[in-house]
């Protein structure tokens, strides 16, 4: 072994206190799960979540085409960066038929992403009735709405797909997989059956799609994601909390599983969304305990832009500060005071001052010093006069 490679070794040590003392070797790469008061740094984000899973460098420019869909997830991303000015083929006036945009946020599973993709490049039709709207009305295989599907992934730069379950209806005699369940008025309790779908039959629906993509649009980028919403309902009879865990946990073994497989020809990316809301924020969700609170999704859109976005002309100074955005949400989350989201929207050195001159802020001292430190970053950008964004 090399002296360059040794010197990346990591051991973990024991303290002479513990019930063993000894070094246990680690492998070449060891990174711990952080303690609260790491989390309450501007840079937490970049050291504890996305480590590992960022671009060498942003790759969407305000001419890049976007198109994402999948779980209603990937709406926030749509609208968020549509607001922002950046290309999403979604927001087109005229791809409002294709139901990628009418109902893409209901195409919550790994099947029916996968059956757009092959219906719209290869032309695949089924020999029943799928897909239904959210009025349980019926769509078919209209040629048009085809055709303006292909337009739209035919020159899609970048495509953000947003997996939310693996609980699935299916037809028995063929197998097909619904969008959703079944039409009261259509639902035939000797063929439409329910199940959990498994890892492989997920992976393989991921790699199905990737392939479709760099069969059709071999310079596109993929980035998957996990949408973070929690299961309505489960149709299983045990609880829908747990239920959810599994869900979730299928999808992610799958991805993950892909992403490695594919990592070596550098178009397949992961955003992990899903970990910022589940692992990050203490309480993200309003209390539906299903959609988190906007000021948590809004982060988690500043996150994305600075990762994976060029600004426009070069110019970063129109972009929300993010790290306002992230004290918002950890106020919203419920990991902070809400005193922290009132002086910082003072925007004066005073109101900053006032609060340190506390004698406690948080109860745990880690996260006390931590939250000092973050307070007092605030007054080192209004010295150097331009807050970093």
């Not at 480590?51 to 060498?56: D, L, V, Y």
Request: with cysteine.
């Amino acid at each position: 072994m090399s002296t360059r490679r040794a010197s990346a070794l990591k051991f973990q040590v024991t303290t002479k206190d513990s019930a063993e003392f000894r070094t246990w070797f680690r492998g070449e790469y060891t990174n711990g799960n952080p303690h609260l008061a790491h989390l309450l740094s501007e840079d937490a984000m970049d050291k504890y979540v996305l480590h590992g899973w960022t671009p060498e460098a942003p790759i969407i420019t305000p001419d890049t085409q976007i198109t994402a869909f999948g779980s209603c997830f990937a709406a926030n991303i749509s609208n968020y960066l549509s607001q922002r000015n950046y290309n999403v083929l979604n927001k087109d006036k005229n791809a409002k038929r294709a139901y990628v945009v009418g109902c893409g946020e209901g195409m919550v599973n790994s099947f029916v992403i996968r059956q757009q993709f092959e219906w719209a490049w290869e032309g695949k039709v089924f020999d029943q009735p799928l897909w239904h709207g959210y009025k349980a009305e019926e769509y078919g295989y209209d040629d048009e709405v085809q055709a303006t599907t292909k337009e739209i992934f035919d020159n899609t730069d970048v495509f953000i797909l947003t997996f939310g379950l693996s609980e699935i209806w299916y037809d028995e005699p063929t197998g097909n997989v619904f969008w959703r369940t079944i039409p009261k008025e259509s639902y035939d309790p000797e063929r439409h059956k329910f199940r959990v779908s498994t890892v492989e039959e997920n992976k393989d629906n991921l790699r199905a799609i990737y392939d479709l993509i760099r069969k059709h649009r071999p310079d596109a980028r993929i980035i998957y994601t996990l949408s973070p919403i929690p299961l309505l309902a489960t149709f299983r009879n045990n609880s829908c909390i747990t239920s959810n865990s599994v869900s979730k946990s299928v999808l992610r073994v799958a991805i993950d599983e892909v992403i490695r497989e594919k990592q070596d020809e550098g178009v397949l990316h992961y955003w992990p969304s899903y970990e910022i809301i589940t692992d990050v924020f203490r309480q993200p969700y309003k209390p539906d305990r299903r959609h988190p609170y906007e000021e948590v999704l809004d982060y988690i859109m500043m996150l994305f832009e600075k990762t994976w976005c060029i600004p426009h002309d070069n110019d970063a100074a129109d972009r929300p500060d993010i790290k306002v955005g992230f004290a918002r949400a950890l106020v919203a989350s419920r990991l902070v005071p809400g005193v922290i989201t009132r002086v910082i929207a003072k925007d004066n050195d005073y109101a900053i001052n006032r609060l340190l001159a506390r004698d406690q802020i948080m109860d745990e001292p880690k996260s006390e010093r931590s939250i000092r430190r973050f307070l007092k970053s605030f007054l080192k950008d209004a010295e150097a006069g331009s807050p970093e964004k």
